[in-house]
């Protein structure tokens, strides 16, 4: 059974940084992807970037290129999302997901699922 797990929200206010972690256990399967989607009160999960292994490939949504980049560590089983030029807009809880396969950008696409970090940006 794969485990996720996310740290590193916390509430800060626009133009700080934040990183966040999602270290997985129990998976062994190769390539893989892992996501990081974002939901805010009454709104859907979108979205945020991906990164996937064994190819380090990673992908943005339009709304955080230049201003959030994915990273992994395969040997230690995690994924940073480091998120500068934080703004309001970017307040919601932040999930990791993971998947056996490539690049995918649909919360439906993803199997495994950490419990939620909440990022607050006051302005």
């Known amino acids: 059974q794969v485990h996720l797990v996310e740290s590193g929200g916390g509430l800060v206010q626009a133009g700080d940084s934040l990183r966040l972690s999602c270290t997985a256990s129990g998976r062994t399967w190769s390539p893989y992807t892992v996501g990081w989607f974002r939901q805010a009160p009454g709104k859907e999960r979108d979205f945020v970037a991906t990164?996937?292994?064994?190819?380090?490939?990673?992908f943005y949504a339009d709304s955080v290129k230049g201003r959030f980049t994915i990273s992994g560590d395969n040997a230690e089983s995690t994924v940073y999302l480091q998120m500068n030029s934080l703004q309001p807009d970017d307040t919601g809880v932040y999930y990791c997901a993971t998947r056996h396969g490539f690049w995918a950008s649909k919360p439906q696409d993803y199997g495994y699922w950490g419990q939620g970090t909440q990022v607050t940006v006051s302005s």
């Open positions: 990164f996937s292994w064994p190819a380090e490939r990673t």
